[in-house]
Nanobody, 123 residues
Framework: VQLQASGGGLVQAEDFLRLSCAASGRILSNYNIAWFRQAPGKEREFVAAVTRDGGTTLYKDSVKGRFTASRDNAKNTVYLQMSSLKPEDTAIYYC?????????????????WGHGTQVTVSS
């Protein structure tokens, strides 16, 4: 499966953005999808994940209540709605796909990755 993340941009603190992860080549509903981010000089970290049917989600503690992962399998697209953005959310955001049933939080556990989209939050 090929993934493409989009929707990033430059926003101010407390603003919102919606990232999209579009899939091609395979049916996205076969995959759990996770969002990761990587800030300059830092390791890639887990942000959120959603199961293939959209029924279960998992979030990094610092984004709980602010970020929402969802999906529209009919459109072969997964979303990350981000609100109340903070400067520390600044990073390149990536989506990744996994065929296994349980949601996973380590980058090494995901096989398929898209190119990232830059999110910059100014204070």
């Amino acid at each position: 499966v090929q993934l493409q993340a989009s929707g990033g941009g430059l926003v101010q603190a407390e603003d919102f953005l919606r990232l999209s992860c579009a899939a091609s080549g395979r049916i996205l509903s076969n995959y759990n999808i996770a969002w990761f981010r990587q800030a300059p000089g830092k390791e890639r970290e887990f942000v959120a994940a959603v199961t293939r049917d959209g029924g279960t989600t998992l979030y990094k503690d610092s984004v709980k209540g602010r970020f929402t992962a969802s999906r529209d399998n009919a459109k072969n697209t997964v979303y990350l709605q981000m609100s109340s953005l903070k400067p520390e959310d600044t990073a390149i955001y990536y989506c990744a796909a996994d065929l296994r049933s349980r949601l996973r939080v380590l980058p090494a556990e995901y096989t398929y990755w898209g190119h990232g989209t830059q999110v910059t939050v100014s204070s």
